[in-house]
């Protein structure tokens, strides 16, 4: 490609710095001190000048109506240039047909008389039309309006002016104007009086005689100064007055090519033709194509060729981009660009700097702001900027897009900062500012750029860097005189001390290596110094270190494992590689933009806020870049195993900001075999016999401490030795006593009996025993001596009849298993019951032990075992025992001391006459069959009867009969009468109740009563 260098030639003005700032003005006109032909070299006819060079000299051959023109431009817009080349044109015949021969034929036109008046000149002591007057030399017609000054009429105008040709330029009248106000005249101001004198002038003008007069004024809004406070009525009067007739015209149509070409013409003395033209754009299409390629931008290349065409030997950007700071207060337009330009090219022909053989075009961006003299210029578009150039941009190599592009090598950094920088230069209210991604790309797209890292390496890194570059909502970059949430991060993190860093970090460490599952490790302790290493017995702990070059482990942790008894409770994480420093300011960055995040939250500030957003974004990337570096750094695991430390790669791996340390750790210690999660089986009862439950009794807590002391015992979940015991001991293939474990096999236990008393029959002494086997299934019995084998087998073996004192049982297993166990003996209980019952008026006191066995009382109240007498029978009790005491003994066997206590103390005599008959009132109820039946022999037998008493018969079904009380049944009839009911109804028993009984003779009552051996009441007695 051929450099800017080989193709085009700068003139000389570019680099004489005493010409750059050359402003021609009217004055230099009237004074002939222009050259002609070396103001026309460097001008380029703009459609503006064109038309009022044509139209001009049509108003000069009196062929056009049209005799006022206004050139209406901003500051430095080329009013006066255009003013000067009309004037030029007007007074020298002999370039015209050379400077447009081809836009009008001026034919035999001579000189054209040229008047012009400059504002500047405020001092004119004869008013404008003094001046006029006098550049005319006709100084005398007017004399009658200098003293006192006073505005020429129509006439005196076109007396004045009639005759030849003539062209008035009246340029910079906004500040004539402005002066004039304060120069009064009579009642009146100059001013007021000019604004006259120059409407007559146009009145005059617009006459016939004066048909080949032209006049050229230069727009007065917009030399308006601003901050001018009280608005100038007689300049807009004039403005008013003007309006009326003149034609308006742009001296450099903006938005235009003009601009370039007018560049082009002053800047450069020599430029290609349109073929190498030509091939440069398409050089650059090429570059727009390959970028289009890689889908980085939409950019036409067909159109970029077009428009580099018409802007060469500059990039079509900057007629945009320059025209953004166009309205920037103090900026002079084309003037202004002119001189930018100047200045820029200048640079890029410098034989030290040298830019112009390496480049094809003067981009939007080629301006080195390491130049004092392009600094100044920039600075005085927009001076607001200074900071964002001198920290950001351009800072003769330490700025950050300096300091990034070294790193990167190319100048993509400091490229687009600049173009960045041009696009933000606007200083108006609403000014545009700021461009896109994809606008900043296309922008930068030249042939040999690589684009691709543009949007990551390059802008990505400089969102992350620059102090003063913004991203708007639209999301275009620009730079602003205000600090980023950058500069705020990198402020308000270098305000932390190493220490406090320190703590983020180890927080940060903390919470990704937290373990949660805690099967593998326990707990984690991140940058501790030694003496803060805390290893317990119970847990695994997991120590985050230091990176220590040369060795997995520093020698102090080294040593302090040697020294250490639980060897198989720590695990380190660290790595080689010297990275403390970044991970260090990482934390820094993270703890400041948390607190910047907290600050907002505390402002309460809608998560929608882009500083929010931009904020929280930030912080997901320094978490990324904070576990990036850290994945750099902790890569590798060392660990017990067989004795010594064993160590294992490891390599962080997270998808985004997700990252599971814990689960990593598990999965590298799993893959080493020093971490498992089958802990159920009877492989792991094995590993646990093989290597701690090493002898066959041991104490569960020496177990538990040679997990955490034996380093080729494999890590698992906490709670592993505990589920495994009580597993174990509940299959018994462990037992467990007072804190120690016995582990199996234990020889199978012997044979045993195990009784239980199942009911016990008072009266007789008989048990029910509910024999169980165990770890067998026969029963032996022996009375009186130890079973054998050779004994009876108990049939039923579970319920079992013992009516005799003594028993023993032996259980054999048949099957051969178990051993016989020793044979279990049995004994019986006695129990002694008794009761009283009357004899005529004797007491008795009847007792009986159960089983049957011989009995020995007292009636005096000593001990029955010592001084008792045997018992041989009901026997009366001498008048006033207390109380009888017996006991009973058989094989050994005693029973409790029984107790009888006798009452004496009847309420009332019994009164009875032996040969009366008698009724006694005791309630009887015989409730089976068998009872009634003998009720019936008793009342037969002592030949008594019952007055109304009830029979039943209770089944299935019953009946119930009732007799009158009056009616009186012996024995004989009841019987009678029941065996009848029985045949009615077969089934069921036999019931009676009866209140009182009636015997024909006191005798007979008191033999039933000896008879059944019961006492009677007095009370119950009726005669
Ligand atoms: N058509 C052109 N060809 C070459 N140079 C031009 C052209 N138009 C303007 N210029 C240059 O632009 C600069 C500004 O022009 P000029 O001084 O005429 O502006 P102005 O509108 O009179 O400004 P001011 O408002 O400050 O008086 C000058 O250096 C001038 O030479
Ligand atoms: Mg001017």
Redesign the pocket.
């Known amino acids: 490609m051929k450099s800017l260098k080989q193709l085009c030639q700068p003139r000389k003005s570019v680099f004489d710095r005493a010409r750059r700032d050359?402003?021609?003005d009217l004055t230099d006109l009237i004074e002939n001190k222009i050259d002609p032909a070396d103001f026309f070299e460097?001008?380029?006819?703009?459609d503006g000048?064109k038309r009022l060079l044509k139209e001009a000299f049509r108003r000069f051959e009196g062929a056009s109506q049209q005799g006022v023109f206004v050139?209406s431009?901003?500051?430095?817009?080329?009013?006066?240039?255009?003013?000067?080349?009309l004037g030029l044109l007007a007074k020298h015949p002999e370039i015209r047909k050379k400077v447009i021969g081809d836009l009008y034929d001026t034919k035999g036109l001579g000189k054209v008389r040229v008047v012009a008046f400059t504002g500047r000149e405020s001092d004119a002591p004869l008013g404008v039309w003094g001046a006029i007057a006098e550049q005319l030399g006709k100084k005398e017609t007017f004399k009658n309006y200098y003293a006192p000054l006073s505005a020429p009429g129509q006439t005196a105008w076109i007396n004045l002016l009639q005759g030849q040709p003539t062209l008035i330029l009246l340029?910079?009248l906004a500040p004539y104007f402005e002066d004039a106000r304060s120069k009064s005249i009579g009642d009146s101001n100059l001013a007021r009086v000019t604004t006259t004198a120059l409407s007559n002038l146009l009145v005059a003008v617009g006459k016939d005689a004066l048909a080949n007069v032209c006049v050229v004024i230069?727009?007065l809004k917009?030399?308006h100064k601003s901050g001018t406070t009280q608005l100038n009525e007689a300049l807009s009067d004039f403005e008013a007055e003007v309006g009326r007739g003149a034609m308006t015209l742009e001296?450099?149509g903006l938005n235009t090519d003009?601009i370039y070409?007018?560049l082009r013409?002053?800047l450069f003395e020599k430029l290609p033709d349109q073929e190498d033209i030509r091939e440069v754009a398409q050089e650059y299409a090429q570059a727009v194509r390959d970028a289009k390629q890689m889908d980085i931008t939409s950019a036409s290349p067909e159109k970029f060729a077009a428009q580099l065409v018409e802007s060469y030997p500059f990039h079509f950007a900057i007629r945009d981009l320059y025209a953004r700071f166009r309205e920037n207060p103090g900026f002079?337009?084309?003037?202004g660009?002119?001189?930018l330009m100047r200045v820029i090219v200048a640079r890029l022909y410098d034989q030290q700097y040298g830019r112009a053989d390496k480049v094809a075009l003067i981009h939007a961006y080629d301006f080195d702001l390491n130049d004092r003299e392009t600094l100044a210029e920039i600075v005085q578009i927009n001076p607001t900027l200074d900071n964002a150039i001198s920290h950001d941009i351009a800072a003769n190599g330490q700025a950050i897009a300096e300091i990034m592009d070294a790193n990167l090598g190319g100048t993509d950094g400091e490229d687009a900062c600049r173009l960045i920088l041009v696009s933000s230069l606007a200083n108006v209210p609403n000014g545009v500012v700021g461009l896109s991604l994809s606008e900043i790309i296309s922008y930068l797209c030249t042939p040999g750029r690589d684009l691709s890292r543009l949007p990551k390496d390059v802008l990505g890194v400089l969102a992350t860097k620059a102090w003063y570059l913004h991203s708007s909502r639209e999301g275009k970059l620009y730079f602003k005189n205000v600090q980023n949430l950058v500069a705020k991060l990198k402020t308000t993190a270098e305000s932390y001390n190493r220490e406090s860093s320190r703590k983020e970090l180890r927080a940060f460490l903390d919470g990704v290596f937290t373990p949660v599952m805690k099967d593998c490790y326990q707990a984690v302790q991140a940058l501790p110094a030694v003496d803060e290493i805390d290893i317990i017995s119970e847990k695994v702990t997991m120590l985050i270190t230091e990176p220590y070059p040369g060795g997995s482990l520093n020698p102090d942790l080294q040593k302090y494992y040697s020294d250490l008894t639980f060897k198989n409770r720590i695990l380190f994480l660290s790595g080689q590689r010297d990275t403390m420093d970044g991970l260090l300011e990482t934390a820094s960055e993270m703890k400041a933009i948390g607190h910047i995040i907290a600050e907002m939250e505390a402002e309460k500030l809608p998560d929608s806020d882009p500083q929010k957003v931009a904020a929280k974004d930030m912080h997901d990337k320094i978490r990324f870049r904070m576990l990036s570096t850290a994945r750099e750094t902790f890569t590798t695991l060392t660990f017990p195993q067989a004795e010594k430390l064993a160590t294992a790669d490891f390599l962080m791996n997270f998808t985004d900001n997700n990252y599971n340390g814990e689960k990593q750790i598990r999965e590298a210690l799993k893959g080493k075999q020093k971490f498992t999660e089958d802990v159920s089986g009877d492989t792991f009862r094995k590993k646990c016999e093989a290597r701690l439950f090493t002898q066959p009794t041991m104490l569960w807590s020496e177990v538990k401490k040679r997990a955490a002391t034996t380093t080729t015992w494999q890590w698992h979940r906490a709670d592993a030795l505990d589920l495994l015991k009580s597993d174990l001991v509940h299959k018994d293939q462990w037992r467990e006593n007072g804190g120690y474990v016995e582990k199996g096999p234990f020889p199978a236990p012997t044979t045993d009996v195990q009784i239980q008393e199942w009911s016990r029959n008072d009266d007789t002494g008989e048990i029910t025993l509910k024999l169980t086997p165990v770890n067998g299934d026969t029963i032996y019995y022996e009375i009186g001596a130890t079973a054998t084998t050779s004994s009876l087998q108990a049939q039923d073996p579970r319920v079992f009849l013992a009516s005799e004192m003594e028993y023993s049982f032996l259980c054999v297993d048949s099957k051969g298993k178990h051993d016989t166990g020793a044979a279990v003996a049995w004994k019986n209980r006695i129990t002694v019951k008794s009761r009283t019952y009357q004899d005529g008026t004797a007491k008795m006191v009847e007792l009986r032990a159960a089983p049957d066995s011989p009995i020995r009382y007292t009636t005096d109240g000593s001990d029955p075992k010592t001084s008792g007498g045997l018992y041989g029978g009901p026997f009366s009790v001498p008048k006033g025992t207390i109380c009888v005491l017996a006991i009973a003994e058989k094989g050994g066997v005693v029973s409790d001391v029984h107790r009888r206590d006798i009452g004496w103390d009847a309420k009332e005599e019994l009164k009875l006459d032996l040969n009366k008959p008698v009724f006694w009132q005791r309630e009887h109820r015989p409730k089976t069959t068998k009872e009634s039946y003998e009720f019936f022999a008793l009342l037969k037998k002592h030949q008594a009867s019952l007055s109304g008493p009830q029979v039943k018969i209770v089944g299935k079904n019953w009946l119930e009969l009732n007799f009158d009380t009056k009616l009186m049944l012996d024995g004989e009839q009841l019987e009678t009468a029941v065996n009848h009911l029985r045949e009615i109804l077969t089934e069921g028993q036999v019931a009676v109740e009866a209140e009182t009984i009636h015997f024909a003779t006191g005798q007979r009552l008191l033999d039933w009563v000896k008879d059944v051996k019961t006492e009677i009441k007095a009370e119950e007695v009726k005669q």
């Open positions: 050359v402003v021609l460097e001008n380029w006819r703009t000048m050139l431009q901003a500051m430095g817009g080329g009013k006066t240039h255009n003013m000067i080349a340029d910079e230069s727009d917009a030399t001296p450099v003009e070409h007018i013409t002053r002079q337009q084309t003037r660009l002119i001189r």
